[in-house]
Protein backbone atom coordinates (compact mmCIF):
# COMPACT_ATOMS: atom_id res chain seq x y z
CA UNK A 1 0.00 0.00 0.00
CA UNK A 2 1.42 3.67 -1.09
CA UNK A 3 -0.16 6.79 0.45
CA UNK A 4 1.28 9.75 -1.13
CA UNK A 5 0.35 13.51 -0.21
CA UNK A 6 1.33 16.27 -2.60
CA UNK A 7 0.24 20.04 -2.93
CA UNK A 8 1.88 21.55 -0.27
CA UNK A 9 4.00 25.09 -0.35
CA UNK A 10 4.01 28.60 0.60
CA UNK A 11 0.76 30.63 0.93
CA UNK A 12 -0.55 34.00 2.10
CA UNK A 13 -2.93 34.15 4.66
CA UNK A 14 -6.31 34.36 3.43
CA UNK A 15 -5.67 32.40 0.55
CA UNK A 16 -6.66 28.80 -0.44
CA UNK A 17 -4.54 25.57 -1.46
CA UNK A 18 -5.56 21.79 -2.06
CA UNK A 19 -4.26 19.16 -1.03
CA UNK A 20 -3.86 15.52 -2.55
CA UNK A 21 -4.18 12.13 -1.35
CA UNK A 22 -3.38 9.10 -3.78
CA UNK A 23 -3.17 5.78 -2.66
CA UNK A 24 -2.40 2.43 -4.57
CA UNK A 25 -2.57 -1.18 -3.35
CA UNK A 26 -5.55 -0.14 -1.23
CA UNK A 27 -8.93 -1.39 -1.34
CA UNK A 28 -10.03 2.63 -1.11
CA UNK A 29 -13.72 2.31 -1.00
CA UNK A 30 -13.96 0.54 1.94
CA UNK A 31 -11.98 2.81 3.98
CA UNK A 32 -12.50 6.39 5.35
CA UNK A 33 -9.66 9.10 4.46
CA UNK A 34 -8.50 11.29 6.92
CA UNK A 35 -6.30 13.94 7.20
CA UNK A 36 -4.35 15.26 10.25
CA UNK A 37 -1.63 18.17 10.60
CA UNK A 38 1.47 18.62 13.42
CA UNK A 39 3.00 21.71 13.73
CA UNK A 40 6.58 22.44 14.04
CA UNK A 41 7.88 20.55 16.58
CA UNK A 42 4.20 20.18 18.11
CA UNK A 43 2.14 17.23 18.34
CA UNK A 44 -0.50 15.00 16.05
CA UNK A 45 -3.82 16.99 15.44
CA UNK A 46 -6.90 15.39 13.80
CA UNK A 47 -8.18 17.60 11.03
CA UNK A 48 -10.96 15.89 9.72
CA UNK A 49 -11.96 12.63 7.54
CA UNK A 50 -14.84 11.67 4.52
CA UNK A 51 -16.05 7.86 5.63
CA UNK A 52 -16.76 6.05 2.54
CA UNK A 53 -19.35 5.45 0.03
CA UNK A 54 -21.51 2.83 2.37
CA UNK A 55 -21.87 5.76 4.83
CA UNK A 56 -22.58 8.47 2.53
CA UNK A 57 -19.32 9.71 2.26
CA UNK A 58 -19.90 12.00 5.63
CA UNK A 59 -18.03 13.91 6.85
CA UNK A 60 -16.39 15.39 10.03
CA UNK A 61 -13.87 18.37 11.44
CA UNK A 62 -12.15 19.58 13.71
CA UNK A 63 -13.69 22.51 15.41
CA UNK A 64 -10.43 24.53 14.41
CA UNK A 65 -11.08 24.01 10.81
CA UNK A 66 -14.98 23.28 10.44
CA UNK A 67 -16.09 25.87 7.53
CA UNK A 68 -12.94 26.71 6.14
CA UNK A 69 -11.38 23.30 5.37
CA UNK A 70 -13.56 20.41 2.87
CA UNK A 71 -12.52 17.06 2.59
CA UNK A 72 -13.55 14.88 -0.78
CA UNK A 73 -12.60 11.43 -2.25
CA UNK A 74 -12.42 10.37 -6.09
CA UNK A 75 -13.20 6.47 -5.13
CA UNK A 76 -12.67 6.29 -9.22
CA UNK A 77 -9.14 8.23 -8.89
CA UNK A 78 -8.60 6.27 -5.34
CA UNK A 79 -7.77 9.73 -4.58
CA UNK A 80 -8.69 12.04 -1.40
CA UNK A 81 -8.64 15.93 -1.13
CA UNK A 82 -8.14 18.79 1.44
CA UNK A 83 -9.60 22.10 0.11
CA UNK A 84 -7.70 24.62 2.41
CA UNK A 85 -9.83 27.68 2.44
CA UNK A 86 -9.30 31.15 4.43
CA UNK A 87 -6.07 29.66 5.89
CA UNK A 88 -4.10 31.42 8.61
CA UNK A 89 -0.57 31.53 10.19
CA UNK A 90 -1.74 28.87 12.89
CA UNK A 91 -2.57 26.26 9.97
CA UNK A 92 1.17 25.72 9.22
CA UNK A 93 1.95 22.50 9.65
CA UNK A 94 2.74 19.00 7.79
CA UNK A 95 -0.47 17.53 6.77
CA UNK A 96 -0.64 13.97 6.77
CA UNK A 97 -3.38 11.67 5.31
CA UNK A 98 -4.44 8.20 6.51
CA UNK A 99 -6.63 5.69 5.34
CA UNK A 100 -8.91 4.93 8.45
CA UNK A 101 -10.84 1.60 9.47
CA UNK A 102 -14.39 1.88 10.18
CA UNK A 103 -16.65 -0.59 11.54
CA UNK A 104 -20.15 0.78 11.58
CA UNK A 105 -19.48 4.56 10.66
CA UNK A 106 -17.16 4.58 13.34
CA UNK A 107 -13.64 5.44 12.44
CA UNK A 108 -11.29 3.53 14.73
CA UNK A 109 -7.56 3.49 13.91
CA UNK A 110 -5.28 4.76 11.10
CA UNK A 111 -3.31 2.08 9.24
CA UNK A 112 -1.90 3.21 6.53
CA UNK A 113 -0.13 7.05 6.27
CA UNK A 114 1.31 9.37 3.80
CA UNK A 115 5.28 11.16 4.18
CA UNK A 116 3.39 14.19 4.77
CA UNK A 117 3.66 17.41 2.88
CA UNK A 118 4.36 20.55 4.36
CA UNK A 119 2.62 23.83 3.92
CA UNK A 120 3.27 27.19 5.18
CA UNK A 121 1.00 30.28 5.56
CA UNK A 122 2.90 33.39 5.65
CA UNK A 123 3.12 36.62 4.18
CA UNK B 1 -13.76 16.95 24.39
CA UNK B 2 -11.80 14.48 25.76
CA UNK B 3 -8.12 15.23 27.05
CA UNK B 4 -5.18 12.63 26.66
CA UNK B 5 -2.54 12.93 29.03
CA UNK B 6 0.52 10.79 29.00
CA UNK B 7 3.22 10.68 30.83
CA UNK B 8 5.97 10.85 31.27
CA UNK B 9 6.61 13.18 28.55
CA UNK B 10 10.13 11.57 27.89
CA UNK B 11 11.69 9.22 28.98
CA UNK B 12 15.32 7.45 28.65
CA UNK B 13 16.25 3.74 28.96
CA UNK B 14 18.94 1.60 28.07
CA UNK B 15 18.60 -1.04 25.10
CA UNK B 16 17.15 -4.34 26.66
CA UNK B 17 14.99 -2.42 29.31
CA UNK B 18 11.33 -3.29 29.48
CA UNK B 19 9.59 0.61 29.17
CA UNK B 20 6.25 1.25 30.55
CA UNK B 21 4.31 4.60 29.95
CA UNK B 22 0.95 5.94 30.07
CA UNK B 23 -1.83 7.46 28.59
CA UNK B 24 -5.13 8.86 30.97
CA UNK B 25 -8.64 9.70 29.53
CA UNK B 26 -10.57 12.43 30.60
CA UNK B 27 -13.46 10.36 30.43
CA UNK B 28 -14.46 6.65 29.82
CA UNK B 29 -13.35 5.50 26.50
CA UNK B 30 -13.70 1.75 27.04
CA UNK B 31 -10.92 0.22 24.61
CA UNK B 32 -11.34 2.67 21.97
CA UNK B 33 -7.40 3.70 22.14
CA UNK B 34 -4.57 3.65 19.87
CA UNK B 35 -0.68 3.75 20.03
CA UNK B 36 1.23 5.34 17.10
CA UNK B 37 5.31 5.29 16.76
CA UNK B 38 6.49 8.44 15.58
CA UNK B 39 9.97 8.81 14.56
CA UNK B 40 11.47 11.78 13.34
CA UNK B 41 11.01 13.36 10.03
CA UNK B 42 8.43 10.49 9.30
CA UNK B 43 4.88 9.46 9.44
CA UNK B 44 2.87 8.18 12.23
CA UNK B 45 2.69 4.36 12.86
CA UNK B 46 0.00 2.30 13.84
CA UNK B 47 1.33 -0.43 16.79
CA UNK B 48 -1.72 -1.18 18.76
CA UNK B 49 -5.58 -0.60 18.34
CA UNK B 50 -8.35 -1.24 20.13
CA UNK B 51 -5.60 -0.70 23.29
CA UNK B 52 -4.01 -4.25 23.21
CA UNK B 53 -4.13 -5.32 19.59
CA UNK B 54 -1.02 -5.68 17.85
CA UNK B 55 -0.83 -4.26 14.02
CA UNK B 56 0.40 -6.55 11.67
CA UNK B 57 4.03 -7.12 11.15
CA UNK B 58 4.60 -5.00 14.32
CA UNK B 59 6.95 -7.04 17.09
CA UNK B 60 5.82 -8.86 19.79
CA UNK B 61 8.04 -6.56 22.31
CA UNK B 62 5.10 -4.45 21.99
CA UNK B 63 1.98 -4.24 23.63
CA UNK B 64 -0.51 -2.32 25.10
CA UNK B 65 -3.07 -2.76 27.85
CA UNK B 66 -6.04 -0.83 29.72
CA UNK B 67 -9.54 0.17 29.57
CA UNK B 68 -12.05 3.15 30.57
CA UNK B 69 -9.68 5.78 31.39
CA UNK B 70 -6.45 4.54 32.19
CA UNK B 71 -3.62 2.94 29.49
CA UNK B 72 -0.13 1.38 29.35
CA UNK B 73 1.95 0.96 26.60
CA UNK B 74 4.83 -1.56 26.89
CA UNK B 75 8.44 -2.42 24.76
CA UNK B 76 9.30 -5.79 26.63
CA UNK B 77 12.83 -5.20 25.25
CA UNK B 78 13.99 -2.05 24.27
CA UNK B 79 15.67 -1.77 20.70
CA UNK B 80 18.01 1.17 19.60
CA UNK B 81 14.95 1.10 16.43
CA UNK B 82 12.62 1.90 18.78
CA UNK B 83 13.61 5.39 19.59
CA UNK B 84 10.51 7.45 18.75
CA UNK B 85 7.53 9.53 20.07
CA UNK B 86 4.87 7.71 21.35
CA UNK B 87 1.26 8.84 20.67
CA UNK B 88 -2.14 7.61 22.18
CA UNK B 89 -5.40 8.55 20.52
CA UNK B 90 -8.85 8.07 21.51
CA UNK B 91 -11.98 7.94 19.00
CA UNK B 92 -14.65 7.37 21.97
CA UNK B 93 -15.75 10.44 20.80
CA UNK B 94 -15.18 13.41 18.37
CA UNK B 95 -13.60 14.90 18.05
CA UNK B 96 -10.45 12.09 17.90
CA UNK B 97 -8.07 13.57 20.16
CA UNK B 98 -3.87 12.20 20.89
CA UNK B 99 -1.74 12.64 23.61
CA UNK B 100 0.91 15.24 23.60
CA UNK B 101 2.98 12.44 23.35
CA UNK B 102 6.43 10.45 24.79
CA UNK B 103 9.77 10.86 23.36
CA UNK B 104 11.71 7.57 24.20
CA UNK B 105 15.56 8.35 24.04
CA UNK B 106 18.21 5.98 24.45
CA UNK B 107 20.25 6.38 27.59
Known amino acids: VQVVESGGGLVQPGRSLRLSCTTS????????MSWFRQAPGKGLEWVGF??????????EYAASVKGRFTILRDDFKTTAYLQMNSLKTEDTAVYYCSSGSMIFGVVRYFDYWGQGTLVSVSS | DIQMTQSPSSLSASVGDRVTFTCQAS??????LNWYQQKPGKAPKLVIYDASNLEREVPSRFSGSGSGTHFTFTISSLQAEDIATYYC?????????FGQGTRLEIK
Open chain 1, 25 to 32: GLTFGDYA
Open chain 2, 27 to 32: QGISKY
Open chain 2, 89 to 97: QQYENLPIT
Open chain 1, 50 to 59: IRSKDYDGTT
